[in-house]
């Protein structure tokens, strides 16, 4: 051992230099001011361009619990650093990657790996803002408008249908001008018709809520036309609908439905509250005054009690000092003037004030008031009401949903998720506008919505159309004369609110 540490120590200069020759120049030392090392990269970092750490760092990092997994750890464990060479740099496993700093870098808007292939080809276009103070008279030309659009793609859906029938039958009417046999209007005539009638009720409801719009209230006996026309159209889509992308349109349809009692539900309820507080008010008024009754009849009894109890004899000074001691009986009997069932009543009233609308505590329920049959009705329509909205909704949501329209219509989707309008600029989009933003729908709770529903389903329309070379209102079948069509009655607008 000795002689080993002997022949070390015997090195001569020229095996010395001949030693710093192998090892190469010597880098100057760093400044001891320089701030600390990043942590170590993850594997799915990007390591083009960098050397890899020494030994003890990769070590070190290993034993760290990363603060995003890579896609890959889960199915596939981690192997020594070392035998792993560095991988590449994808936009899958860096777009969330940390900066040197700790925070997440923000997401390119051209990344969009996980949506549907197409859905960001298109974006919205951000049109200038309208207003909320549109006159009356343009929505009374939107209506107008929208109303010969729905009159015109109803005809044309009935007569291509009755056209379809065989000959033989008696609901077979051929077309004037029957279209082209190579064109996409022959080859997929019933197919157009239900587009036709979709797009009918799209712009005959679309019509009746720009009246509602234009005056904010909601006409009540308008919307009621509505249901004769969407039952044999949602019978009819039903039937016929075969893949998902044709039932979203049921949904749709469920959808319009809802929001149609979505509105006349928040617009009854104004009046109704306003008639069940004033009944509530007569309620308290009868209680009061019965109330007040009772301690009169109260009073009065005591005081005829009092009268008829004549002492036989005139009291003596002691006996006046007794009655005068605590142990006493007032006259009149039993109890005392400030404990009658009047007085319970009223410190029942002193809970809740005259003055106060929201009474917790009703009045007996002996007391009535008369009320009359509409007021029956109403409430009738609204429990209904109610019922039916919710039962619309419950059907619509299992054929339309945002995955469906990601998978079938995402230039619709893109519309609506790309798009700065927000629940109060239902106003803004123009119907026939086909790459305006648009928004997703509000709850129907909310009574607002149903213009954004049928913006949206038109939308669909276009977008499922455009396969077949739909052509809405300019490929129609036109009307002679005064011929029509039976069956499927026109909705109507009938100014009334209740």
């Known amino acids: 051992m000795a002689s080993h540490r002997s022949r070390r120590r015997q090195l001569t200069r020229e095996q010395l230099l001949k030693g710093l020759q192998i090892l190469g120049p010597v880098s100057a030392p760093l400044p001891p001011d320089l701030p600390p090392s990043p942590p170590a990269s993850r594997e799915s970092s990007p390591a083009l361009g960098h050397k890899r750490r020494y030994d003890s760092d990769a070590e070190n990092s290993r034993n760290k619990k990363p603060r995003v997994a890579p896609p890959s750890s889960s199915s596939h464990p981690r192997t020594n650093s070392q035998s792993r060479p560095a991988p590449t740099a994808t936009p899958s496993s860096s777009r969330h990657e940390p900066s040197e700093d700790g925070e997440v870098k923000e997401e390119s808007s051209s990344s969009h790996t996980s949506l549907p292939t197409g859905f960001p080809s298109f974006m919205p276009v951000r049109r200038p803002r309208r207003g909320d103070n549109i006159p009356t008279s343009d929505w009374d030309a939107v209506y107008e408008k929208c109303f010969a659009n729905a009159r015109k793609l109803r005809f044309s859906a009935l007569a291509r249908v009755a056209a379809a029938h065989p000959s033989t039958s008696k609901e077979y009417r051929p077309l004037r001008n029957p ?55 949602k019978s009819k889509v039903a039937g016929e609908s075969h893949d998902e992308r044709e039932k979203a349109f049921i949904g749709l349809l469920h959808m319009i439905d809802a929001h149609i009692h979505g509105r006349k539900l928040k617009y009854q309820a104004v009046a109704i509250d306003k008639e069940n507080d004033l009944k509530i008010n007569r309620l308290f008024i009868q209680y009061k005054a019965e109330k007040k009754q009772a301690q009169a009849r109260a009073a009065a009894s005591a005081q005829a009690t009092e009268s008829n109890a004549t002492p036989n004899m005139l009291p003596s000074p002691a006996s006046s000092n007794a009655a005068n001691s605590s142990n006493s009986t007032p006259l009149g009997g039993h109890g005392t003037p400030g404990h009658t069932a009047a007085a319970d009543l009223d410190s029942q009233m002193d809970v809740h004030k005259s003055g106060d609308v929201d009474r917790q505590i009703p009045p007996p329920s002996h007391i009535h008031i008369p009320v009359n049959t509409q007021y029956i009705y109403d409430r009738k329509s609204q429990g209904t009401g109610v019922l039916l909205a919710s039962h619309y909704m419950q059907q619509a949501q299992q054929t339309l949903s945002l995955p469906v329209l990601a998978r079938h219509y995402p ?9 700065t309008l927000g629940p109060q600029d239902e106003h803004e989009p123009d119907f026939q506008d086909d790459d305006c933003e648009l928004f997703w729908p509000s709850q129907v709770i909310t009574g607002e919505g149903l213009g954004w529903v049928c913006l949206m389903g038109m939308a669909m329309v276009k977008e499922f159309g455009k396969e077949y070379g739909y052509q809405g209102v300019d490929g129609v079948v036109p009307k002679v004369g005064g011929e029509d069509m039976s069956g499927f009655p026109e909705p109507r607008f009938v100014p009334h609110t209740r």
Request: glycine share 2%; aromatic share 14%; with cysteine.
């Open 179 to 233: 279209p082209h046999p190579n064109s996409s209007y022959a080859k997929h005539s019933l197919l157009m018709a239900r587009l036709e009638l979709i797009d009918s009720a799209l712009h005959f409801v679309y019509g009746l809520w720009c009246k509602d719009y234009s005056v904010r209230t909601c006409y009540r006996a308008a919307w009621r036309t509505v249901d004769a026309f969407m039952k044999p159209t």
């Open 411 to 419: 230039r619709t989707l893109a519309r609506m998720m790309f798009s």
